[in-house]
């Protein structure tokens, strides 16, 4: 059973360390053995992430997003028995800091990936907000740490305006290298958090509806490192088959929100399908209802015709008595046969929907054989479709390179005969100078 889409998205400015945690997480994600683990889909992504994974347990760090760029990675993350295509997008820090840091993403004239990129932020049901503690406990300039937790509060803010947007992770990452300092002075990273960075949690607990819809995790990727030598200084890199912290709880956080996600999906579903249900029912009881009138005035008339019919019969031939006598005995037998005749209309019309209805099934079982039969003939048919497929396009490819190369011969012989067209004006010009010259 595969479920609806859900959109991860992984922001954070530049050095934030978005691309690694994204890489690590995919990495462990795909070697679970629980029944809970990510399928990457198609090669890029497969090959992003192995390539990314091998760089790193070399000892590489790897490079930050290019400004103007952002990358897409697409997995089925299965739990269980149930499937959840998985897509995350990552932008590139730069490109964040300039949207948020002058507040351009308030303005009308954005670039076409500016606008891409507020697009993506908007339409991403999971948000994971990717903070470097070294932009803050490494930060010794109080304008750049500010300017830092300003950005953040304004994602968080943007995502607070809709409902839609409220299942958001801060993962600050870096955490080992700031742990035993953060617990020294703070005792703890819940209370670091609180006493160094107040404008974000309150913009956090001001969005949030309910206590667990913005989480803080603290987090480091690659949790061991090592010091290498190389002509360029000394450098802190990725050790080998190195390890990670918190991503445990951070990967149950966004299991939970997929799943959570999913529920809410198929319950909007479901309460479309009711809703529909209920008109198709209440239009049902109307047409059933114009029915039952029309029935009623069938009958109606029929009494009064009855009564009229008999009440003169019985004046001709009776007298004032008999037109009495003879307009009961009209009522009564014109009321049977009104009611009767409705009967019957009713009884026929309702024969009708059923052989209606009984020969749409049938169509529909028809429909259903031929599709089975059509699927078997088209598995024998499959490798000489594809055959003539692959020659169709070979042809193809083929006569569009003919028509481009014929087109670029017509544009160049069209040049060449407007560069005649005009030396010979340009001569014919001169020649009539030099006439007038001559007289």
């Known amino acids: 059973m595969q479920s609806q889409l859900p959109q991860i998205a992984i922001v954070g400015t530049e050095g934030s360390g ?19 683990f990510l399928n990457s889909k198609g090669m890029k992504t497969g090959m992003y992430v192995e390539q990314a994974w091998a760089a790193l347990n070399n000892g590489e760090w790897l490079p930050s997003t290019p400004p103007g760029q952002k990358f897409e990675l697409e997995w089925n993350l299965h739990i269980g028995n149930v499937v959840y295509p998985v897509k995350l997008v990552d932008v590139a820090g730069q490109d964040l800091r300039n949207l948020f840091s002058y507040e351009r993403h308030k303005e009308a004239n954005l670039s076409e990936h500016e606008r891409g990129v507020l697009n993506y932020l908007a339409n991403s049901s999971i948000v994971v907000i990717v903070v470097n503690l070294q932009d803050f ?9 500010a300017e830092n937790e300003l950005i953040l509060k304004e994602i968080i803010d943007m995502y607070s305006v809709d409902a839609k947007h409220q299942d958001i992770a801060v993962v600050f990452t870096a955490y080992d290298l700031y742990r035993v300092e953060m617990e020294k002075r703070h005792g703890s990273f ?36 090592e010091i290498r030598l190389e002509n360029s200084g000394v450098h802190r890199v990725p050790k080998k088959n190195f390890k990670s912290f918190g991503l445990d709880k951070l990967s149950d956080w966004i299991l939970d929100n997929v799943q959570k996600l999913a529920r809410q999906d198929a319950e909007k579903q479901e309460a479309v399908r009711r809703e ?27 009494l009064v015709i009855g009564a009229i019919a008999g009440g003169v ?13 003879g307009a009961v005995i009209g009522l009564a037998v014109g009321g049977g046969v009104g009611g009767f005749i409705s009967w019957c209309i009713g009884t026929l019309k309702k024969a ?3 052989q209606q209805e009984t020969t749409v099934s049938s169509q529909e079982n ?3 054989e031929t599709h089975h039969e059509e699927g078997q003939n ?3 048919e499959t490798t000489e479709q594809e055959a003539i497929g692959k020659e169709i396009t070979h042809w193809t490819a083929e006569q569009e390179a003919a028509d481009q190369e014929a087109a670029k011969q017509a544009a160049a012989w069209e040049a060449e005969r407007e560069a005649t067209k005009r030396e010979i004006a340009k001569w014919e010009a001169e020649w009539a100078e030099r006439q007038k010259k001559n007289k």
């Open 18 to 36: 978005k691309t690694v945690l994204a890489t690590v997480w995919a990495k462990k994600m795909s070697l679970r053995q629980d029944g809970t």
């Open 137 to 145: 406990t490494g930060e010794p300039d109080a304008v750049k740490r």
């Open 190 to 225: 819940a209370n670091y958090v609180k006493n160094e960075l107040p404008t974000l949690v309150n913009t956090a607990r001001a969005g949030a509806k309910s206590g667990d819809n913005i989480k803080f995790f603290p987090a480091a990727a690659v949790a061991e490192t």
């Open 276 to 302: 529909e249900a209920e008109r198709e029912a209440a239009v049902q009881d109307a047409a059933d209802w114009a029915e039952l009138l029309k029935q009623i005035v069938g009958a109606v008339i029929g």
């Open 313 to 325: 019969t019985g004046l001709l031939f009776g007298g004032g008595f008999m037109c009495l006598v």
């Open 352 to 354: 009708k929907g059923g």
């Open 366 to 368: 028809t429909t259903k």
């Open 378 to 380: 088209s598995k024998q």
